[in-house]
């Protein structure tokens, strides 16, 4: 678990389908990351039973469910995800509609950061959002991210952003080529 003032970052377990349901029914979600295909609890529980949960024993991280202490009401997910595609490590953050615009999302993906460099050892840090995502962007660049380029994902345009020095911009361009 990860702990900051507000909030607690956990594993999600099975029991968290509801909260994907709703999450990944949400418009914004829909709109900036996609159609999952989420249409019942079962295909919430099927993905994370297939998707999310498998991340931790595979890669010792994956998204993580974020929960506001207050209440202990899950809110959101942010963690780190690895791509096919993506030679680094990205994170990734969702929120429900109610829950956006209190820095929630800036908590918890900057508690993944510390997380990922000092736990983990995990560096660079890729983002990835829609041209259009402008919250995201924003998120990305406040924790230290740059924008390097745009990269053609599935058939869309989208940003790429990561941590911003001369070497790690060169090898991004020759391992993305």
Not at 155 to 173: D, N, P, R
Request: hydrophobic share 40%; net charge negative.
């Amino acid at each position: 678990m990860i702990n900051t003032e507000r909030l607690t970052l956990r594993e999600f377990t099975l029991d968290d389908g509801e909260f994907i349901y709703q999450l990944m029914n949400s418009p914004l979600y829909i709109e900036f990351i996609g159609d999952r295909g989420i249409k019942t609890l079962e295909d919430a529980q099927e993905f994370l039973s297939t998707n999310l949960i498998p991340s931790y024993e595979i890669n010792g991280y994956g998204l993580f469910a974020v929960i506001r202490n207050q209440d202990e009401c899950v809110i959101g997910m942010s963690g780190l995800v690895n791509r096919e595609g993506l030679p680094y490590t990205d994170i990734g953050f969702g929120f429900l509609p109610q829950y956006m615009g209190k820095g929630y999302a800036y908590e918890s993906a900057k508690a993944v950061m510390d997380y990922a460099s000092g736990t983990l050892g995990i560096a660079p840090i890729l983002g990835i959002t829609s041209l259009e995502n402008t919250a995201s962007i924003s998120l990305l660049n406040k924790l230290g991210l740059v924008h390097q380029q745009r990269i053609l994902w599935g058939e869309e345009q989208e940003l790429i952003l990561m941590l911003s020095t001369e070497e790690i911009s060169s090898s991004l361009t020759l391992a993305m080529s």
